[in-house]
DNA sequence: TACATACGTCTCTTGTAAGAGACAATCGTA
DNA sequence: TACGATTGTCTCTTACAAGAGACGTATGTA
């Protein structure tokens, strides 16, 4: 995990944060940040580890625990000092996808494509300024890349970023961007109008390819979701094989954006 | 929806909560109490009548939705001011799901339950005191009786409710069941002492069968699912015409049994 | 046995967030 | 056009929650 430095940085989602001092913070919002905590971990924690984690005090988290605990949003887990997710934010989120067609019907078609192509495939979307994988579904290669749901990745690593941004002014890109995010995993660096160009090359032909950015072995293929008529709300995805023949991709993508389609008629 | 009265009702988990007086509300209680009235409506609402449902003031109430909506706990809905869940809490309920194992797989034997035998599946657990749904599979009758996932259910109608109570003392139990819960829907009651012999014998059998207790068509068999010897996490339960066979019920309830075992090797 | 860390609970103070209420803007409808 | 109802924002006060820190306990390890 990070430093206590990267604290406030993946803060709850308004972009726009006044930061007065590090005086006394509300109650909610420390519970937010411990949601958001666990969300990075991807596993329980102790409380201790929990307060540091969050610099914030350790009689407050304590009470926090408690609170959220027996609310439901968090459970102690197994061994007993230890806490993570709750049945309520799995009830919660379920309602949710209830609630959202463009989801529900999402990830039926994430599952059929990648049963169909037996190629990774992914249900994308914009959270709070970062790409995250909504939902996605493994194939069946033998070095399947999988990549869990929820993950959140810098915008320019990837093919769907370069969509989900298409639309945006260029100042609202620049904000959303920070250098870390233009620094590959690899040392490379992505100049950050070149990723705009590729983001107007991507909102114009419909559809966008990259390939060796997040690693060297794959490609991503990515085709754009609408909700309303040119707004995108998130994009379906391939991740296949870089060496992939062109005629193989261009079949995938035609594919691909036939389904993406389908999903925008809404 | 109820009226304001019920309001402390479903308020969080914790079963002993202190009512000082209605003064002051901490937000994040204020926080909590919105999820649970967005859980129980299902349904998008106006900031206006949330407030007004939670006799919040209105004042607070847009402040926490609006934090709410920036941390992407809650969303606005399409047409503009109402609120739902957000994605945020679908991302922190799949993490959840990613976590815990007897969920995860109790879901796929509840989806190849349902596959095998035409019938009704469901997952059930006890959540905050109260039966849950956790995850159904509809089945394929003509006539399904359907029960989304989330759905709270009074303990003392259904067959799983006599499981999951099985193996807390008395006052344990007559804490977590109302007057109100020993009421059918058809204006029978049901005896408590009735209720904790039903609990008792389920104990011993190590299943429960119902009848027309919910409604009139339907019969509930339920068996356990347990996470450390002797201790019941959950429940597998099939939703059945009343009118079925003695023989096929059996037959049911033997694979029932079968299947909530297999998930109780955990 | 002593020492250093981590855990969980409690008490007390004070900075601040919850809430009352006023305000302007936008409805519908009579 | 006048009306009542609803919506979203803002200001100001004070009741109260966030936090510092002490305490007792349970670890591990030298």
Same mark, same amino acid.
């Given at each position: 995990?990070?430093?206590?430095?990267?604290?406030?940085?993946?803060?709850?989602?308004?972009?726009?944060?006044?930061?007065?001092?590090?005086?006394r913070e509300k109650g909610l919002n420390r519970a937010l940040h411990i949601l958001e905590f666990l969300h990075a971990t991807q596993r329980a924690i102790g409380i201790g580890e929990?307060?540091?984690?969050?610099?914030? %005090? +350790?009689?407050?988290?304590?009470?926090?625990?408690?609170?959220? #605990?027996?609310?439901? $949003?968090?459970?102690?887990?197994?061994?007993?000092?230890r806490v993570y997710f709750g049945k309520k934010l799995y009830l919660y989120g379920m309602a949710y996808m209830r609630g959202n067609d463009l989801l529900r019907r999402g990830r039926?078609? @994430?599952?059929?494509?990648?049963?169909?192509?037996?190629?990774?495939?992914? *249900? /994308?979307? *914009?959270?709070?300024?970062?790409?995250?994988?909504?939902?996605?579904?493994?194939?069946?290669? %033998?070095?399947?890349?999988?990549?869990?749901?929820? $993950?959140?990745?810098?915008? !320019?690593?990837?093919?769907?970023?370069?969509? $989900?941004?298409?639309?945006?002014? +260029?100042?609202?890109?620049?904000?959303?961007?920070?250098? &870390?995010?233009?620094?590959? !995993?690899?040392?490379?660096?992505?100049?950050?109008?070149?990723?705009?160009? &590729?983001?107007?090359?991507?909102? @114009?032909?419909? =559809? /966008? #390819?990259?390939?060796?950015? #997040?690693?060297? =072995?794959?490609? /991503?293929?990515?085709?754009? @979701?609408?909700?309303? !008529?040119?707004?995108?709300?998130?994009?379906? /995805?391939?991740?296949? %094989?870089?060496?992939?023949?062109? &005629? +193989?991709?261009?079949? *995938? #993508?035609?594919? *691909?954006?036939?389904?993406?389609? +389908?999903?925008?008629?809404?």
């Open positions: 995990m990070q430093d206590g430095e990267t604290l406030t940085e993946w803060q709850a989602g308004s972009s726009d944060e006044e930061r007065p001092a590090n005086s929990l307060a540091k984690g969050l610099n914030a %005090p +350790r009689s407050t988290t304590y009470t926090l625990v408690r609170e959220l #605990v027996g609310a439901g $949003l968090l459970e102690m887990a197994g061994d007993g000092n039926q078609e @994430v599952d059929t494509l990648s049963r169909e192509t037996g190629e990774t495939s992914e *249900l /994308c979307m *914009l959270q709070s300024g970062r790409y995250t994988i909504v939902h996605s579904s493994p194939g069946t290669r %033998p070095f399947r890349i999988s990549s869990a749901t929820g $993950l959140q990745i810098p915008l !320019p690593w990837t093919a769907s970023g370069r969509l $989900l941004l298409a639309g945006l002014e +260029r100042s609202r890109i620049e904000a959303m961007i920070s250098q &870390d995010d233009l620094m590959l !995993p690899d040392g490379r660096k992505i100049e950050l109008d070149d990723f705009i160009d &590729d983001i107007a090359k991507a909102r @114009v032909t419909g =559809y /966008c #390819v990259t390939s060796g950015l #997040v690693d060297a =072995y794959t490609k /991503c293929l990515a085709a754009p @979701v609408f909700s309303t !008529p040119g707004k995108i709300e998130a994009t379906m /995805c391939l991740v296949v %094989p870089i060496d992939t023949s062109e &005629d +193989r991709t261009g079949e *995938l #993508v035609a594919l *691909l954006r036939d389904r993406a389609a +389908r999903l925008s008629i809404s």
